[in-house]
C-alpha cells in the first residue's frame, strides 16, 4: 500500500520553484526584466517558506530528518538505508540546489540592468559599479544551478532506469511504496505553513521596499 | 565628432564605434547615478541635474554617432544592420530619446523632484524601444 511521504507544502514548493527557475530563465533571456524581478521575489517569498517549514513541517520536510554527516551518506551507498523522504546522499543535492538558488536571489536583490532602467529591490543600497558586477555574477552563477538541476534530473532517470524507482510521480501524488518496517511521514500543521507562508510574504514586502528601518 | 561624407575609412569607422561604445555606456552611468541621487532622501539635485545633462547632451549626438559604416561587419559592435536598413525608423527613436531627454533635463533644471521622477519613465521607454529592435544581446 502506497504511504504518504511529501506533504503538500513541499510538493508546491517544488513545482513552484522549478516553474519559477524556468519563468526566471525566459524572462530575462527575452527583455522581459520587470517579470524577471517579480519572479526572483516569488522565488524569494518559497525559500523563506521552505526554510521555515524545515524546522517545523512534516517530518520529511525537516532539515534534521535529511541533513546528515558523510558517515550516513556511506551508509547509503553500501545498502543500509531505510527510511522514507530524502535519501542521505539526495539531501546533499536538495541541500546544494536550495543554497545556489538562495545565494542567486541574493544577488539578484543588489544588481542592476546594464542600462540602468531596472534595479533590484535592495541595489540602491551599494554602488552602482557594485550592482553591475553583482549582475556579472549573477549571470554567471545561473550556470551553477543549471549544473545542479541536471544533476538532479540525471539522478532521477538513473534511478528510475537502473534502480527501477520512479521518484517523479511521489513529487506529484505524494504517496510512494515503503519497504516494509519504514515509517511514512508525519505530516505537519496546515495552520503552521499558513503562518509560514505569511513569514515569507511579509519579509518578501519589507526588502521590495527597500528594506527600510523598522 | 568627426562628420562624414562618404563611407568612413576602417580606422575612422573603429574610432566612431570605440566613441559611441563610450558614450552609451556614459548614458547607462547616468542613468545608474540618477536613480540613486532620486532615491537618496532628500534627493541629490545636484547629482540628478549632472546626470540629465549628460543624458541630454549625449542623446543630442546619437545619430552622428550612428554613421553608415559603423556596423557588425566593421567592428565588435551590438549595433544591428537594422540601424542602417531602416533608417528613418532609427532616426525617429533617437528625436525621440533626444526628446524625453531634453524635458528631463529641463525638470531637472527647476529643481522638481517630483516631476523629474515622473518624466524619467518616458526616458526609460525611449532607451528600450530603440534598444529593442536595433541592439543585439550583449553575449
Known amino acids: ?214 | 565628432m568627426v562628420m562624414l561624407a562618404a563611407a568612413p575609412s576602417k580606422d575612422q569607422a573603429l574610432q566612431i564605434m570605440k566613441q559611441r561604445h563610450d558614450a552609451m555606456e556614459g548614458l547607462g552611468k547616468a542613468m545608474k547615478q540618477l536613480h540613486r541621487g532620486l532615491d537618496a532622501t532628500p534627493p541629490d539635485v545636484n547629482s540628478v541635474r549632472t546626470q540629465t545633462a549628460t543624458m541630454a547632451s549625449t542623446a543630442a549626438k546619437i545619430p552622428s554617432l550612428f554613421p553608415a559604416g559603423t556596423g557588425p561587419d566593421v567592428g565588435k559592435t551590438r549595433a544591428k544592420p537594422e540601424i542602417w536598413k531602416q533608417q528613418p525608423l532609427f532616426l525617429k527613436k533617437s528625436k525621440d530619446f533626444l526628446a524625453a531627454a531634453l524635458a528631463l533635463d529641463a525638470a531637472a533644471k527647476t529643481g522638481d523632484m517630483n516631476k523629474v521622477m515622473a518624466l524619467h519613465e518616458d526616458v526609460d521607454k525611449a532607451c528600450k524601444s530603440c534598444h529593442d529592435p536595433f541592439r543585439a544581446p550583449e553575449h
Open chain 1, 1 to 214: 500500500m502506497k504511504q504518504p511521504v511529501w506533504d503538500l507544502p513541499v510538493r508546491l514548493f517544488h513545482w513552484l520553484l522549478a516553474a519559477l527557475i524556468a519563468f526566471s530563465w525566459w524572462s530575462v533571456k527575452y527583455d522581459h526584466t520587470s517579470w524577471h524581478i517579480w519572479s526572483g521575489c516569488a522565488i524569494l517569498t518559497l525559500l523563506i517558506f521552505r526554510f521555515l517549514w524545515g524546522f517545523v513541517g512534516s517530518s520529511t520536510a525537516r532539515f534534521s530528518s535529511f541533513v546528515r554527516g558523510p558517515g550516513a551518506v556511506v551508509d547509503y551507498l553500501r545498502g543500509k538505508w531505510t527510511g522514507s523522504g530524502h535519501t542521505p546522499l539526495g539531501a546533499l543535492s536538495v541541500v546544494a540546489l536550495l543554497l545556489a538558488v538562495s545565494v542567486q536571489v541574493g544577488m539578484g536583490l543588489f544588481a542592476e540592468d546594464e542600462d540602468g532602467i531596472y534595479m533590484g529591490p535592495l541595489a540602491r543600497l551599494v554602488s552602482s559599479d557594485t550592482s553591475d558586477k553583482v549582475r556579472d555574477i549573477h549571470a554567471l552563477w545561473f550556470y551553477v544551478i543549471l549544473g545542479l538541476i541536471v544533476l538532479h534530473v540525471l539522478a532521477i532517470l538513473y534511478y528510475r532506469l537502473f534502480r527501477g524507482q520512479k521518484l517523479t510521480k511521489p513529487m506529484i501524488t505524494g504517496r510512494a511504496e515503503l519497504s516494509p518496517g519504514t515509517a511514512p511521514m508525519r505530516p505537519g500543521k496546515w495552520w503552521v505553513a499558513v503562518v509560514c507562508l505569511a513569514i515569507g510574504l511579509g519579509i518578501t514586502r519589507w526588502i521590495i521596499a527597500g528594506a527600510p528601518p523598522l
